[in-house]
Each structure stands twice: as C-alpha cells, then as structure tokens.
C-alpha cells in the first residue's frame, strides 16, 4: 500500500521567510538522495504561508494541504476571517487537515461543523484528513474505540447524505488516528495498541462502505526519527501524521525514509 507522511506545521514558524527556507531545505535535501523518497510526502503550513509554499513545491513530489477551511461556504461569503475550501485550493492545496483535536478542543469543532467542512472540501475536490483520537482520561477508562465509533460516524452521516462530491471517496479520504495525549507529549502508545486501534478503523470504515475498505489509516502524536521505524514496519500503519519533527528537514525525511521502506 502507498505510505503518506504529513507534516502539520500547526501555527509555525514565525515567519514566511522560515517556511520558504523549510521547504527549500526540504526539497534540497530530496533531491540530494541517491533514491527517490518511496512514500507520498506533504506539508501542511498555517494559511498565511500556504500560497508561497504551494508555489515553491510546484512540479516537485511534495503535496500541498490547508489546516482548515470555512464551514459556512465552500466559495464566498461574508465570513470574515474564514477561508473557504475553494480560496485553499485556489492557493494550491490539494488537501486539508479536517478534526484535528486542537480546532476540536480550541475551536469548539463539534460535530455538526465537520460534517459542513467535509463537504465543503468534498466539494472543491481537496482529499481529506480526518483526524480522530481519545484523550488521556479517556484512554485510561479504556474508551479509545467508543471515541473512535463516535468520530468516524461522521463519514457514515456524510455517506448517508448523499452529496454529489465528485470523484469518489476512496481516493479523497485519509483517517490519522492521533490520540489527544500522544501529541507533542513524546508519549506514544505501542506499536501493537496502534496497529489494534488502526485494524478496528479500517473494518469500521469498510462496515460504512466497501467503497471504503482501503483508506489509508496513518499515525499522529509524538513520530520521531527514533520511532518511526518501529511505527513504519507495522502492516495496518499506513503513514504517519508529524508535527514537532516535521519542523526540522532531518528528522522530517528520516520519517519519510522509514515509511518509504514500507511502501509498495
Ligand atoms: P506532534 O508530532 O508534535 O506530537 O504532533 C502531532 C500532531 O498533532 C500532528 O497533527
């Protein structure tokens, strides 16, 4: 199976002049490897930086995705401060980041509200990353897959709408299993625990749709270049979801080489 590895910027760096020296470090170090990186690479920037990023990576093999898009329209609108799904990918995004646990814990994402984002992007033909995971308190009660049933029945309600959305969903989904606890806390769960929770994803997914019965189910919170490896070997580990170490070239293409051994 193809491997992703994805690098949320969050709200870093500071400056546009940090992004556009990332991204050349990026592609410079790509382009210095004897072997081509075997596994789809992205780079998700904050909004302010997305349009020059895109232009930069144009034409190479780094994809381009949107932290997050209005869920009011999937065009224009007076929705001030809001971006809209076609405004991203008029920018050159090609994906967008949808769920994550800091817009659900900050941003009061309920919902209601991801489902309108989802087909806004849908609409505006971006591929979606649906981020699920359990808190810590959550975790301990052992509620990782109550959580998880609860997240994913929004692609369940999302097929039961019946949205004209273009080309299908299987091409356009991507789940990142990210438990709240694991993120920028260098706590991971096992491999084994990861790889259970992935396997219950995927025959969830398929249970929605045999459409579905291949998404991609990547890893979030905490991916490093000590354990990617460990993560990267593990069959139901499609790819991994990076934010900390996807700031730094080095450990971002150690990821990626990991998850390249693994891809097909
Ligand atoms: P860290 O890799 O910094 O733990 O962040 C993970 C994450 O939230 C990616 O979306």
Known sequence: MQTWVIGNWKQNPATSHEAGALVQGLLAAIDAKSAPIACQLMVAPSSIHLAAVSTQIKGTLLLAAAQDISAHSDSIGAYTGDCSAQQVADAGATWILLGHSERRQYHQESHEALI??????????????????????????????????????????????????????????LIAYEPVWAIGTGKVPTVAEVSATHQHIKQTLAGFSAELANISVLYGGSVNAD????????????????GGASLKVESFLAIADAFGQNSE
């Open 116 to 173: 309108q984002k989802l087909s806004c992007a849908l609409k505006q033909n971006l591929g979606v990353i649906f981020c699920i995971g359990e808190t810590q308190a959550q975790y301990d009660d052992d509620q990782t897959l109550d959580v998880i049933d609860e997240q994913l029945s929004l692609i369940k309600d999302l097929l039961e709408q019946q949205l004209e959305i273009g080309n299908p969903l299987s091409e356009r989904l």
């Open 227 to 242: 354990n990617a490896q460990d993560f990267a070997t593990d069959s139901m580990i499609d790819g991994a979801l990076v």
